[in-house]
């Protein structure tokens, strides 16, 4: 119910405006005074005043003062007094109507609505603005890599439908995240989003977590429990691990998808059940599915929009990003006042390969974040192993190469793997480029040329 808030120091008039809006439906209250109305206006959605008030305050300073503290609340003036000159003045200091007296109270009543109606648009802007700006900053999708970018891209077409997704990619490369992302600028946002991990929770549980059980359904069930399928109304249910779903649980999975019902374990009742389905896996889903191990009926239920989460080691232009972005939270974290990140340690993030993708990367950071007592994270801040000899695979097909005319340009592909090895030798020579030509086998002439061609110094 919508609270209406009048201020009105004729108490005849008063009383007849109060029962009016009762009367279509809003709690409303009256006092005579704007000193009155400051103490008790933020309870209200919409404060209805006269200017001409008893006491030290008029109509005027009571529409200042609110909107200084509370520019979203709506006021509406009304005066016996009319001028041009007030009219334009309190519209100018952001009143929402100026109405003269005698008025007609219908009239009144669709202008109230009207007030009430954009004030709530207003909020609900500005809700999002801030929901959006939350997904972006700190929900940590942190991105410029032409990969991230197109996937992103993906999300915003498909997050406002309520197509299920099925997300892949090795461990720690973000996949809940982004589920959550997808739920979050989606229509379901102000409802739940859920998860579980299905590969972590055996069979007779998980139908339990999902679909709920009534009391006495089996031993240890001393209550009713809803499952994740009811809690989740109208928001997302995010399946992680689905892959390591066993085949009976599949088969009931695909029940509750296509029927939009659930019955809860030990219980004769179905449920409607509404939930959007993001599911994900860091196993090789078609091939589970090729040896029988995955339904295929369920499948393709599941994966109407695939999403490939790239592994850290093919999005390196994200790193230098998100270091800095784990940096400002784990200075927050652990009340640190870290700057950044030296330049021969970044490059040694840069060109370690990161099996534990950003995962890996974020504990690192938090670790050199709490070792490092200067401003800066140097290579002395980070383990051992990012600067451990690893086998360099150029992670090119030479027969697809050949086959990739006018997609592919050689000589950009070269200038990488050169940026590449220059940068690896660097940091094995901790910082050191003289020592770095050397392990190169050339000369520090040739070195220091291929470093300012390459662009990196």
Not at 104 to 123: F, G, Q
Not at 163 to 191: C, D, F, M, W, Y
Request: aromatic share 8%; hydrophobic share 40%; net charge neutral.
């Amino acid at each position: 119910m919508e609270k209406i808030l009048v201020v009105e120091d004729d108490e005849q008039l008063l009383e007849i405006l109060v029962l009016f809006f009762q009367g279509k439906g809003y709690f409303t209250k009256g006092v005579v005074t704007a000193e009155e109305a400051l103490s008790i206006y933020e309870d209200f959605d919409i404060v209805l005043s006269d200017i001409k008030l008893p006491g030290e305050l008029n109509g005027i300073d009571l529409l200042e003062r609110i909107k200084k503290s509370s520019p979203e609340v709506p006021v509406i003036l009304i005066t016996a007094y009319a001028s041009v000159e007030d009219a334009v003045k309190a519209l100018k200091m952001g009143a929402e109507d100026y109405i003269l007296k005698p008025f007609d109270l219908e009239t009144l009543e669709i202008v109230v609505r009207k007030a009430l109606e954009s004030s709530s648009l207003r909020r609900e802007v500005e809700e999002l603005r801030r929901e959006l700006q939350a997904i972006y900053q700190e929900k940590k999708l942190v991105a410029k890599s032409p990969a991230m970018e197109k996937i992103m891209d993906l999300v915003r077409r498909i997050a406002p439908s309520d197509v299920n997704v099925l997300i892949t990619g090795e461990s720690g490369t973000g996949k809940t995240l982004l589920a959550r992302v997808i739920h979050e600028l989606s229509p379901r946002r102000r409802q739940k989003f859920v998860s579980i991990n299905c590969a972590a929770i055996p069979e007779h549980l998980l139908e339990s977590e999902l679909f709920g059980h009534e009391k006495g359904a089996f031993t240890g069930a001393v209550s009713r429990k809803r499952g994740l399928f009811e809690v989740a109304k109208g928001g997302t249910l995010f399946l992680d691990e689905i892959s390591g779903m066993s085949l009976n649980m599949q088969a009931k999975l695909l029940t509750a998808i296509q029927d939009k019902k659930i019955r809860r374990v030990g219980g004769e009742e179905e449920i409607e059940v509404d939930v959007r389905i993001i599911t994900a896996t860091n196993q090789d889903i078609d091939e589970i599915v090729r040896r029988g191990e995955f339904r295929e009926d369920l499948f393709y239920r599941l994966d109407v929009v695939r999403i490939e989460l790239p592994p850290l080691r093919k999005r390196r232009q994200d790193i230098p990003l998100l270091v800095q972005h784990f940096i400002d939270q784990f200075n927050k974290k652990h009340d640190k006042g870290i700057l950044g990140i030296e330049k021969d340690a970044l490059v040694a993030m840069e060109t370690y390969h990161w099996p534990g993708n950003i995962r890996e990367l974020q504990n690192v950071v938090e670790r050199a974040v709490v070792m490092e007592t200067g401003s800066y994270i140097t290579v002395q801040d980070l383990p051992e192993k990012l600067f451990q000899k690893k086998k360099i695979d150029s992670g090119i097909n030479i027969e697809e190469f050949l086959e990739m005319k006018g997609k592919f340009n050689l000589e950009d592909y070269l200038n990488e793997e050169m940026r590449k090895f220059l940068k690896t030798a660097v940091v094995k020579a901790k910082g050191d480029k003289k020592k770095a030509a050397e392990l190169l086998g050339i000369s520090y002439r040739s070195f220091r040329y291929y470093w300012k061609k390459l662009g990196l110094g």
